[in-house]
């Protein structure tokens, strides 16, 4: 399964900023719900967060437990991927001594102080999700919207 389109799009880019409590990929996910974004996408992020919850690389469909509970005070060094149904993230964390880790994003990322999100939506596609038989998980199709669902 390949699914680009070599041709771009046009862009616009929102701007979110969350405060101390709020979980990110929910208001993330709620945001871009709201607005009716197709294919939204994260182009930047800077923050911090007291608590994250990751799959790590090595995680398997058959083998899903590769989970890390972080716990603590950890800047956002890194926040990609796309928010479509089914979002796919993927975030790297400093912890106090300098530390990075990171991972896929199952959630439960708890901002600390303040979480600065630049969203971009690739206004002439639809991201969306299918299974790929060759990876066991739902992977990014791309799309050109229709002009009828353009808005």
Request: proline content about 3%; glycine content about 10%; overall charge negative.
């Amino acid at each position: 399964m390949s699914s680009t389109l070599g041709s771009g799009s046009a862009l616009q880019v929102h701007v979110l900023r969350l405060g101390p409590g709020q979980e990110l990929l929910e208001s993330l996910w709620a945001f871009v719900q709201e607005r009716g974004l197709r294919a939204p996408f994260v182009i930047t992020c800077v923050g911090s967060v007291t608590t994250a919850t990751l799959r790590l690389a090595d995680a398997t469909v058959e083998n899903t437990n590769k989970v890390l509970r972080l716990s603590g005070h950890f800047e956002i060094v890194s926040l990609v991927g796309t928010l479509n149904p089914d979002p796919h993230l993927h975030i790297s964390l400093s912890d106090s001594e300098g530390r990075t880790l990171g991972g896929h994003v199952l959630g439960d990322l708890r901002v600390f102080t303040t979480a600065e999100v630049v969203i971009g939506d690739a206004l002439e596609l639809e991201f969306s999700r299918e299974m790929d038989e060759r990876t066991g998980f739902p992977e990014l199709l791309v799309q050109r919207r229709s002009t009828a669902n353009q808005e």
